[in-house]
């Protein structure tokens, strides 16, 4: 089915535009057709080419043409955001395996919404009591690994609950009261926990208590996207950035029907609530949609081989300078792209800073730093015709300070 098609599947949508004198229809894209502005350059704003990675403070990813056309499309017409969350969630929820989803404001906003839900169920006096939690009747305290307490869970503490880390199963076990509203499991940190998936999902059946799985930059493979409904968490969130490349401000929140209605209720359009600020509208839903279906049909080996030949190109110009080695970096379970360090011998090149003066060249480029002021080059966000710019570059700027 083409894109054109999706969109008008998804909902039916209003028509826009207003009946001019002449008695045709006007939409406001023909009636003030947009001037060609560089509006980076009337701004003052730096642009670079990125082979660093998408990060937020780097502006995410770029989207896919075709997201950023779907956004485009549906910027014409109104309709009811509740009918867009209803019907383009369903069909979320069919790609990921799962029994109901729904687009957020990001993977933060995923967690957030998601622990809302479980805490309030849909009722209304608990949805605006939050995060006021005491005497309000709901649960108050999150278990989950000590290994696994990074910044994000932020969002949970957000609605007010307590975090309580465990180390062992048995400390689990003993953790586990009547207060407890959900047990919530970092992927890209499960190596470090001493309790896997499979167990912390034994653990919280038996229990009977609400599992929630933060997974917001493992991807790829697309697998991951329902590997952990099919495993058994009630609750996944995930970005619909990065290397998903929808618009950079959404995410997916998607698992058990009772409690993504229950997370709705959080959530815009609905005030007095948690979630009111944590609006997606329309456009963003469709982008996202348009997006997640591009990923999920894309061929993986074909799109990870491209990457690995762009590696390649940059790895094979740093290794011609002297002093300097180009290695691959082992995969982690976030962020998981392939990933070159280059590093030198300081007594061959005297060169402080190449990040710095890849950054403050023309074109200006965008690199991680590295270990012992090497630096690490990605290839998932460069343009084709970029590849070799990076690589003359970096190549360039490595011979420059060849003692």
């Known amino acids: 089915m083409k894109r054109r098609e999706i969109l008008k599947t998804l909902t039916m949508l ?3 535009g207003a009946i001019g004198n002449s008695g ?11 001037s060609k502005r560089d509006l980076f350059k009337e701004f003052g704003i730096r642009t670079f080419i990125n082979a660093s990675g998408y990060f937020t403070s780097l502006s995410g990813s770029l989207m896919q043409h075709d997201a950023a056309d779907a956004i485009r499309e549906t910027a014409t017409s109104f309709c009811r955001l509740e009918d867009v969350q209803d019907k383009v969630g369903e069909r979320i929820a069919s790609l990921l395996h799962a029994e109901s989803a729904m687009v957020t404001a990001g993977a933060f906003s995923a967690l957030m919404l998601g622990m809302a839900g479980v805490l309030s169920g849909t009722d209304q006096k608990k949805v605006s009591q939050i995060p006021r939690l005491e005497g309000s009747g709901m649960k108050t305290e999150v278990i989950l690994q000590k290994a696994h307490n990074d910044g994000y869970a932020h969002a949970l503490t957000n609605c007010g609950v307590k975090l309580i880390t465990v180390e062992t199963a048995e400390e689990l076990e003993n953790a586990i009261s009547e207060k407890t509203a959900m047990m919530y499991f970092i992927n890209y940190q499960s190596s470090l926990g001493k309790i896997q998936h499979k167990e912390w999902l034994e653990l919280a059946k038996k229990h009977r208590i609400p599992t929630m799985i933060d997974m917001a930059a493992d991807l790829p493979p697309k697998e991951n996207l329902w590997k952990f409904h099919d495993m058994g968490f009630d609750l996944v969130c995930v970005s ?4 998903m490349r929808g618009p950079q401000s959404t995410g997916i929140l998607s698992g058990k029907k009772e409690l993504i209605a229950a997370a709705r209720m959080s959530a815009p359009p609905r005030g007095s609530n948690i979630g009111r600020g944590m609006k997606v509208n329309k456009e963003e839903i469709f982008g996202l949609y348009i997006a997640l279906e591009h990923f999920i049909n894309t061929d993986q080996e074909k799109e990870w081989k491209m990457l690995e030949d762009r590696i390649a190109v940059i790895a094979k110009e740093a290794a011609s300078v002297p002093g300097v080695k180009a290695e691959l970096i082992p995969l982690p379970l976030i962020n998981r792209i392939p990933t070159l360090n280059i590093s030198w011998d300081k007594s061959k090149i005297k060169l402080e800073n190449l990040a ?7 074109p200006s480029i ?3 730093g590295g270990p012992g002021g090497s630096i690490n080059v990605t290839s998932h966000m460069l343009k084709k015709d970029e590849v070799k710019i990076v690589a003359s570059r970096i190549r360039e700027e490595l011979f420059k300070a060849l003692v």
Do not use: H, I, W, Y
């Not at 229809?25 to 057709?33: D, E, R």
């Not at 619909?240 to 290397?243: M, N, S, V």
């Open 14 to 16: 209003p028509l826009a």
């Open 24 to 34: 045709s229809l006007v939409t406001p894209a023909q009636a003030t057709p947009a």
């Open 240 to 243: 619909g950035g990065k290397f």
């Open 356 to 362: 710095t003066s890849l950054r403050d060249g023309n």
């Open 366 to 368: 965008e690199v991680m």
